[in-house]
């Protein structure tokens, strides 16, 4: 949809959106259409299931992992900018670092963990990982317009997707009421995100999963 609009609207010298925005649609889509499914859960187990799969699939994948991936990225930034020549036992080794540094000894790695790095190649072409923190921080404020919000708020956020690349990504953002200047949004994500795991306990202890 977001290419669609863009395309249809721009020229081929500003379709293609910034890349700090550019996770932000699909992400906003994902989220509006879990909280779909909420809505629609029958029973509190299907309840439990989609606010599992909100914390899983959604946040902890594209806040925490690519966040992981991007402290790995600017290591290995670091060390060939220095002049290092590395192999891929080199980055085994220093994702591996990344995974221990960030887990401590919280979480038992396993044999394989330090390969993780090389699963989608695309996360290190032009520092892609970065991008899910803002494009969620903003598809999880454009969620709550398009679930909660006006039809004038729903009309705008299309307006939004056919500017493409013709405007900053600050400014794409603002024309969809978020503001990125300020730390207001990822407060909004992060209450919102404490928010599903509150609900997730309560249905775990209503279904007897813990006391």
């Not at 994902?30 to 029958?42: G, V, Y």
């Not at 996360?123 to 892609?128: H, P």
């Not at 690349?165 to 990125?180: F, Q, R």
Request: glycine share 6%; aromatic share 12%; proline share 1%.
């Amino acid at each position: 949809g977001q290419f669609y609009y863009s395309n249809n609207n721009q020229n081929a010298l500003n379709n293609d959106m910034s890349m700090y925005f550019v996770e932000a649609p699909s992400t906003a889509n994902e989220i509006t259409m879990e909280r779909f499914l909420l809505n629609k859960a029958k029973d509190d187990r299907e309840k439990l299931w989609v606010l599992s799969t909100m914390i899983s699939k959604t946040y902890y994948h594209n806040f925490v992992t690519h966040f992981i991936e991007a402290a790995f990225q600017r290591e290995v930034y670091r060390k060939v900018e220095a002049g290092e020549n590395l192999s891929t036992i080199d980055l085994n080794e220093i994702f591996k670092e990344k995974l221990e540094e960030f887990w401590g000894d919280s979480v038992k790695l396993v044999n394989g963990s330090e390969l993780t790095w090389m699963r989608q190649p695309h996360y290190y072409m032009g520092l892609y990982s970065y991008t899910y923190s803002a494009g969620l921080t903003v598809g999880t404020v454009i969620s709550d317009k398009i679930v909660n919000g006006s039809d004038k708020d729903r009309k705008n956020w299309i307006e939004v997707l056919k500017l493409g690349g013709s405007v900053s990504p600050i400014e794409l953002a603002n024309a969809a009421g978020v503001d990125m200047t300020t730390t207001k949004s990822i407060s909004e994500t992060i209450k919102f995100i404490g928010s599903l795991i509150d609900q997730i306990d309560e249905l775990a202890k209503k279904l007897g999963m813990y006391k």
